[in-house]
């Protein structure tokens, strides 16, 4: 392996992506960003080269292979929101299969054989036990999960045919934000608990609405596992050794294995914020599964992985900085 890989970074400009960039340039590598920038923020590229370019153009990505030598490609362009996936199908599977396919099919012609792929517990579907350990059964019930699930096995089939060796890395709830101030959460429109939490504090909304008080849980709302967009980039970088290093293609889980109730993230924002937060019971949300932790051991005992941010404290402190600075 070269001692300072050249990666590319796809989605390098969206939140977790951006995050990853400003790693691996920590760390020396050479670093080229392709975005197309529908839901990436070019200030959020925070060194490298940046190309503003789409997946599905197919004689964009043959420019970028043919004038870059890549080492490994990690991918994180992809469309996230589970309701709107039920809803749009098509763009779903459009930009995450085929625009994915894309980005193999280049990356097979032009031998570069490492891809890191965001993956995501939605995977799984509605959990059969927890915590989810990576045997247990995928049947992914949305259009989003069933995209990830997708391309994990056309994954399979490219190793097994061109021997295009990856590692798919199957987020719980990413959260948190860069440690420095410089990064962090910005979905137009945002969905997610903690950021969404932290504008009901700040006074950008004027409540935080918790869907749904009944369930089988010991404050009635839903849990789920948080973890540090900081520990997910240190994830990205130990898969990508490992696969420059020779490893096999993998799999692995990434969660703090510990999980938080909606109503004791509220609780931590409040302690965290020093704000009054206000608070609006809803009904529950549609496909939200009452309990989603993670099962880490994989990729702690493989990749070497110890999250150092899982504190729930901690990952709204870093959020929070972020929200003040906006
Ligand atoms: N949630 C909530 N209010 C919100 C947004 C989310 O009560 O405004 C709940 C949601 O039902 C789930 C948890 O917070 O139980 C985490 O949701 P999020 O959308 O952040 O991530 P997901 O688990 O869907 O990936």
Known sequence: MASTPS???????????????????????????????????????????????????????????????????????????????????A??????????????????????????????????????????DEAHPKQPINPYGKTKWMVEQILQDYDNAYGLKSIAL???????ADPEGELGERHEPETHLIPLVLQAASGRRPHISVF?????????????????????????????QKLLGGSDSAAYNLGNGNGFSVQAVINAAREVTGRDIAVEDSPRRDGDPARLVANSLAARNALNWLPVRHDLDTIIQDAWRFESSR
């Open 170 to 176: 199957r987020y719980f709830n990413a959260a948190g």
């Open 212 to 240: 749904g008080r009944d369930y089988d849980t010991p404050d009635g709302t839903c849990i789920r596992d948080y973890i540090h967009v900081a520990d997910l980039a240190d994830a990205h970088w130990l898969a990508l």
């Open 7 to 89: 990666v590319l970074v796809v989605g390098g400009a969206g939140y977790i992506g951006s995050h990853m960039v400003k790693y691996l340039l920590r760390q020396g590598c050479d670093v080229v960003t392709y975005d197309n920038l529908s839901t990436g923020y070019r200030d959020a590229v925070l060194g490298g080269e940046f190309v503003l370019g789409d997946l599905a153009d197919k004689a964009a990505l043959e420019d970028l292979f043919s004038t870059h030598s890549f080492d490994g490609v990690v991918h994180f362009a992809s469309f996230i929101q589970v309701g709107e996936s039920v809803k749009e199908p």
């Open 91 to 132: 763009k779903y599977y459009e930009n995450n299969v085929t625009n994915t396919l894309n980005l193999l099919n280049a990356m097979v012609k032009h031998e570069v054989k490492r891809f890191i792929f965001s993956s995501t517990a939605a995977v799984y579907g509605e959990p059969q036990y927890v915590p989810i």
